[in-house]
């Protein structure tokens, strides 16, 4: 049998050893993590095309909302109706103004809309810029339902829908634009409930009049009283009449002894 040089040998299979570790290596090797969405292309794919065309005619909203993609955000989008109804008062602002405006619509951190729902309060924004520029809002929870209320507004913005919601970026669709105070005026303060008007005493009843009894038959003192000046005279002579002598003796009675006294 003839044998093959042992460089031939090594010709052969010296590649393919080679290439079955390769392999080997590759299949060990992890995958490299999927990029993050295109953050103005799933709002506008979610119903939130007019917001993601104002996010991408701004170049700083548009580079700080892809950027802040990386490390992790929640954006609010804005239904077309709202901003459609809101472009009046969106063309009255600045450059930076508009900025502000669209990135006071994202937090930078991610929140799934289970973990929303248990943050309740103060949370800043991608336009809070240090304490000269707070641009922050409060999250509220109603039940099952996320509500987004700012100062500058009178009621709170709801979360429509999720738009887009897989880690590090999470998107919700709102039913109102987010006005932020630091660019409009604050809202009024509801006026105190006017105090409760006195209650009317009700009306009283008439009183009673009370029925007086009938008055007693005259008595036998009432009827002596009753007798006439002329029968009441006659009937005191009758009266003194007996006593009348024994008076008169009793008075004579004291001018005897002294007669007597003087014959003697």
């Known amino acids: 049998m003839r044998r093959l040089p042992l460089a ?42 007019a917001f993601a065309a104002l996010v991408a005619a701004s170049p700083d909203a548009r580079s700080t909302f892809q950027s802040a993609g990386d490390g992790g955000v929640t954006a609010f ?25 669209l990135l006071f619509h994202a937090v930078p951190v991610y929140y799934s809309q289970r973990s929303l729902k248990s943050n309740n309060g103060v949370m800043n924004t991608l336009a809070t810029d240090g304490s000269a520029n707070n641009f922050n809002f409060t999250v509220q929870n109603e039940g099952e339902q996320v509500t987004i209320k700012t100062d500058a507004s ?61 008055a007693d038959a005259p008595g036998p003192a009432a009827a002596a009283d009753d007798t006439s000046p002329a029968d009441q005279k006659k009937n005191s002579k009758k009266s003194a009449s007996p006593a009348a002598p024994c008076l ?11 007669v007597a006294a003087a014959l003697a």
């Open 154 to 214: 009178d009621h709170a913005a709801r979360l429509k829908s999720t738009v887009y919601d897989k880690d590090p970026i999470a998107i919700y669709a709102l039913d109102t634009v987010l006005e932020p105070v630091e660019l409009f005026e604050p809202a009024e303060s509801p006026a105190p409930a006017p105090a409760p008007a006195p209650v009317a005493d009700a009306p009283k009843a008439p009183k009673k009049r009370r029925h007086r009894p009938a």
């Open 8 to 49: 031939a040998v090594l010709v052969v299979f010296l590649p393919l050893a080679v290439s079955a570790s390769g392999a080997k290596e590759a299949a060990k090797a992890p995958a490299a993590p999927p990029a993050p969405p295109n953050i103005t292309a799933a709002m506008a794919k979610g119903g939130c095309k």
């Open 77 to 101: 989008c804005p239904s077309d109706d709202a901003v459609r109804s809101f472009m009046p008062r969106y063309k009255n602002l600045t450059a930076d103004g508009k900025a502000s405006l």
């Open 248 to 258: 008169r003796w009793l008075a004579a009675l004291p001018v005897a002894v002294a």
